[in-house]
């Protein structure tokens, strides 16, 4: 069965973000990415504690984007920036201002292993895949590959989407799972899973849709159409 991850960002929600990610996890969601770029570190702490809270609640993956140092201290899942693959792959000693350098982020994947073998919910390293070649990239630091984008999308307004070969090609030179992000809804998401993705990640509507149950429920009834 394929997963659904939310990406909750604080400017695009309607109405209360933490009630929105409780609806959504209600509904069936199976992670939420806190993405918040615009905070500074100590109120994206406190943020994501709260977010921590909820997913907890119900069981659902928590992953922290962009913050390394938070993602350490809540021992979240963590989504890496396109510029902290740059900087791993450069194997660099220096710190970015969120807290990451490869030794640290050498002892994070070390301390997921031990997470996993102790039956302890798994903590996942997500990373970006615009396209094959970063995907190869991403690969040798991440568990999960992000595909995008997929689809047109308003967050990415003049750029000429990838579409499903995206998804196709890096599944066939690359062994890691791979999510679809980008203007995926309930009419497209056959090409994506057929493309072999894993999972699709959304954001937009679901942080402005007026029913999460139904949002949700949409996507886990069109897979069996």
């Known amino acids: 069965m394929f997963k659904i991850l939310i990406i909750a960002d604080p400017k695009l929600a309607g109405g209360d973000l933490l009630e ?32 921590k809270q909820i997913c907890d609640k119900f069981g659902r993956e928590f992953i922290i984007n962009q913050f390394f140092n938070v993602a350490c201290e809540l ?17 660099s000693d220096t710190s970015d201002e969120f807290g990451l350098n490869f030794a640290k982020f050498k002892d994070f994947k070390d301390m997921a292993a031990k997470f996993t073998a102790a039956s302890r919910p798994a903590l996942k390293i997500y990373a970006p895949a615009h396209d094959l070649a970063q995907a190869e990239i991403s690969a040798q630091f991440a ?24 998804i196709q090609e890096i599944k066939a030179h690359v062994n890691k799972q791979v999510y679809a992000l980008g203007g995926i809804n309930e009419l497209n998401l056959h090409s994506v899973l057929e493309a072999g993705a894993n999972g699709i990640c959304l954001m937009s509507e679901a942080m402005r849709c007026e029913n999460e149950k139904e949002f949700i429920n949409g996507f886990l009834m069109g897979a069996k159409d």
């Open 75 to 91: 021992k979240s899942s963590f989504w890496l920036t396109s510029a902290q693959i740059d900087l791993l792959q450069n194997l």
């Open 20 to 51: 929105r990610i409780v609806r959504l996890c209600e509904a069936g969601a199976d992670a939420v990415l806190l993405r918040a770029k615009f905070l500074n570190e100590e109120d994206f702490h406190t943020l994501a504690i709260s977010v």
């Open 143 to 166: 568990d999960i590959l992000i595909a995008s984008h997929i689809f047109a999308t308003s967050c990415k307004a003049g750029l000429r989407p990838k579409g499903p070969a995206l």
